[in-house]
């Protein structure tokens, strides 16, 4: 079944640190959502990519759509201790509809 | 009203024991899910509701047992669990089905089965 693969698996970083997570697909994605999941927490909706080549920016967060539409990334800019946390991305199954999810980048950031 | 409700947050239940799991959102959503969440993995699809149909089913135990009431609310039955079954259990909803929208979850219910 289509799967999407989400690198790296961890990733520690000092405050003020960069921090990109990758997600890749060997099948064209109609397209891709982005999920952040707190400790202990819940997955929360970030964002939505549809479109080939898109780039959208929320703060210190920028999202990417590949032009190919079988990649996607996220990169925060200067991290933060708030967000720590593990980072999700999802993508529609062509066969089913239904939301396929990476294995997930789990971010700690030391102050 | 942008949540969804989940209840109880805990539960511990024994191998013969049967209960259920809640779920409510009033935000109007026609699509709701049960998913599964072990530790350090992403959450895994059981079932989904689209407009109170259920139109998917990921070939889960018969020993969950899913309702929809009505639009609002998705329960989730337990029977004879198996203590392989014990993780947290998320209910999510969007406005239509099948992951053309944003899923909305709900703080979910973490299960340990005795």
């Known amino acids: 079944g289509q799967q999407v693969m989400q690198i790296p698996q961890y990733q520690h970083v000092q405050e003020g640190e960069d921090f990109t997570t990758y997600c890749n697909s060997s099948?064209?994605?109609?397209?891709i959502q982005w999920y952040k999941q707190r400790p202990g927490g819940h997955p929360v909706f970030l964002i939505q990519?549809?479109?080939?080549?898109e780039v959208k920016k929320q703060k210190r967060l920028t999202f990417q759509f590949g032009e190919a539409k079988k990649n996607s990334s996220l990169h925060i800019t200067a991290t933060q201790t708030t967000d720590v946390g593990t980072y999700f991305c999802?993508?529609?199954?062509?066969?089913?509809?239904?939301?396929?999810f990476g294995q997930g980048t789990t971010l700690q950031v030391k102050p | 009203d942008t949540e969804v409700t989940q209840t109880p947050k805990h539960l511990v239940m024994g191998m013969t024991n049967k209960k259920s799991l809640k779920c409510e959102q009033h935000?109007?959503?026609?699509?709701m899910y049960w998913y599964k969440q072990k530790a350090k993995k992403p959450p895994e699809l059981m079932f989904v509701?689209?407009?109170?149909?259920?139109?998917i089913n990921e070939s889960v135990p018969s020993r969950f047992s899913p309702e929809c009431p009505n639009s609002s609310l998705l329960n989730l039955h337990l029977h004879a669990l198996q203590p392989e079954d014990s993780a947290l259990y998320l209910c999510?909803?969007?406005?239509?089905?099948?992951?053309?929208?944003?899923?909305?979850f709900g703080p979910g219910t973490r299960l340990t089965v005795t």
């Open positions: 990519l549809v479109k080939s080549g």
């Open positions: 099948t064209t994605l109609s397209n």
């Open positions: 935000m109007g959503h026609r699509a």
């Open positions: 999510a909803s969007s406005p239509l089905g099948l992951g053309t929208y944003e899923q909305y």
């Open positions: 509701y689209s407009y109170e149909k259920l139109s």
């Open positions: 999802a993508a529609r199954s062509g066969n089913t509809g239904k939301l396929i």
